[in-house]
């Protein structure tokens, strides 16, 4: 955020608006795919844990990027260091949701679930410890209505290190593990249409609808983060030179960060189908035409998508 500094009042104020906007956006999207993990019971498998541990992280992240008051000394430490924390936490659960996919289907393992306290432990230790890391020898002030941290380039150097290069870590970690796992489906495609599996190929075709969703998981952080990172870099070498129309992307897109996550990783054919079923129960037959989803078969709705992983059916 120190990208303000030399902007208008106006334009500060649009980038208030935007940043507010888009993370309400967020903030709803992913407390959405949180109240459906609480209320529907049938969502409590592990592989969907995962998916609520991501929306709750988005959603605090979006929660204090929304109700920071940087006038106050507290709240404005408050601000900075839980949005930075709830970030990284949410960017560091994508990759264990790519490792449990790739342990899964590719090296056909079925002990992920023995491995949440790692994974909790490598999620929030790793988010604490970037944490603390950027907050050494920072000096929380703010402008207007954004909470800033130091603007020297020691600083953003700091914030680089403890951000953007964890954050592209995970972008390539997770773009390398579904691009095997792409891999892995294809070859088991091809196998099936050799051999000429009606059954299999069945399978193959519902892996052939997750893999075309699956590839769109590492584009979220990018789309993300990127113009967040081309602003970064522009201002650590040109910091007096600010670029109003890229600032307003930056803010922008890193605020949709929990509503495309909650789109792409949340809303699933179970999650769909869970949601359907409540509909059927309240809603009168003679209107359940106007829901056309409701009246379709569960077979209808067995994609292999994250929650649908065959972990419990190896067990």
């Known amino acids: 955020m120190a990208m303000i500094g030399s902007l208008t009042a106006h334009q500060r104020w649009i980038l208030m608006a935007v940043k507010g906007g888009a993370s309400s956006l967020s903030f709803v999207g992913s407390s959405f795919i949180v109240l459906c993990y609480l209320l529907f019971k049938e969502l409590r498998k592990f592989s969907f844990k995962l998916v609520f541990y991501l929306a709750l992280s988005d959603m605090l992240c979006s929660f204090f990027s929304i109700v920071g008051d940087p006038s106050k000394g507290f709240f404005c430490y408050a601000q900075g260091y839980s949005t930075h924390f709830f970030c990284v936490a949410s960017f560091l659960w994508t990759t264990t949701i790519a490792f449990t996919l790739h342990r899964t289907v590719v090296k056909h393992k079925t002990d992920v679930e023995d491995l949440e306290a790692m994974f909790h432990l490598y999620v929030w230790g790793t988010s604490l410890f970037l944490t603390v890391i950027r907050s050494i020898g920072n000096d929380h002030r703010h402008l207007g209505g954004w909470c800033l941290t130091q603007t020297g380039r020691t600083r953003k150097a700091v914030q680089f290190i403890t951000f953007y290069a964890p954050l592209w870590g995970a972008i390539l970690y997770n773009g390398y593990t579904y691009f095997q796992v792409i891999r892995m489906l294809n070859n088991a495609t ?113 994609e292999s998508e994250l929650v649908s992983l065959r972990i419990e059916d190896q067990h």
């Not at 519902?206 to 590839?215: F, I, L, T, V, Y």
């Not at 600032?247 to 699933?268: E, K, P, R």
């Open 190 to 302: 091809r196998m099936a249409v050799g051999m000429s599996d009606r059954a299999y190929q069945s399978d193959a075709r519902a892996d052939k609808k997750s893999m075309n969703r699956w590839g769109y998981y590492p584009l979220i952080l990018i789309g993300s983060w990127a113009f967040g990172t081309i602003n970064g870099i522009h201002d650590f070498i040109e910091p007096g030179h600010k670029i109003f129309w890229l600032s307003v992307l930056d803010v922008g897109t890193a605020a949709l960060m929990g509503l495309f996550n909650s789109i792409a990783y949340g809303l699933n054919s179970s999650v769909r189908r869970a949601i359907y079923e409540r509909l059927d129960q309240v809603w009168p037959a003679s209107l359940r035409r106007w829901f056309p989803g409701s009246l379709k078969s569960k077979g209808q709705f067995q």
